[in-house]
């Protein structure tokens, strides 16, 4: 599982493809609050063109059902928070998928500060899911979560 409280990540060997990727998104307490409190109401996902059926704030054990939309077509995506961690310098979350969501894995969005700077952090381990037609367009959604990826690294600027 994503540890959202450690600041450095070691990847699980073999258990899927892993990313993590890290952006400048501004500086200052103002820039902080604003996005810590966005973050933990799901606008990383929302900015990023996804809606979240529940923007209640992100909590321990919930489970969310998540919606990318790609033109006319809806891809369901459900998912349950495992972790929250809301630090002074450090603010966020993961979530593991559940059955029927596109792929097997887990995902994490991370908020911290370096001095002055507020930096964001995405972390993903992905593989296909084990059962379903996405199974065989998993090389497809690769390419698809590197390009989400830039948008959740944007959507809190």
Known sequence: M???AAPRWTPPRGRGRTSEATAR???GELVWRRATSELLRWAVKTRSGFSVADTAPVAEGR????VAHVGPIRIVEPVQVMSVVAEES???FSYRT????PVSGEEAFILHR???AVHLTVRSLARPAPQGPWRVAFPLL???QRIVRR??????R
């Open 2 to 4: 994503t540890d959202v």
């Open 25 to 27: 998104i501004g500086s």
């Open 63 to 66: 489970r969310v059902t998540v």
């Open 90 to 92: 450090r603010v966020g």
């Open 98 to 101: 559940l059955p029927g969501h």
């Open 114 to 116: 370096d001095g002055e």
């Open 142 to 144: 690769l390419i698809v």
């Open 151 to 156: 948008r959740y690294l944007r959507a809190l």
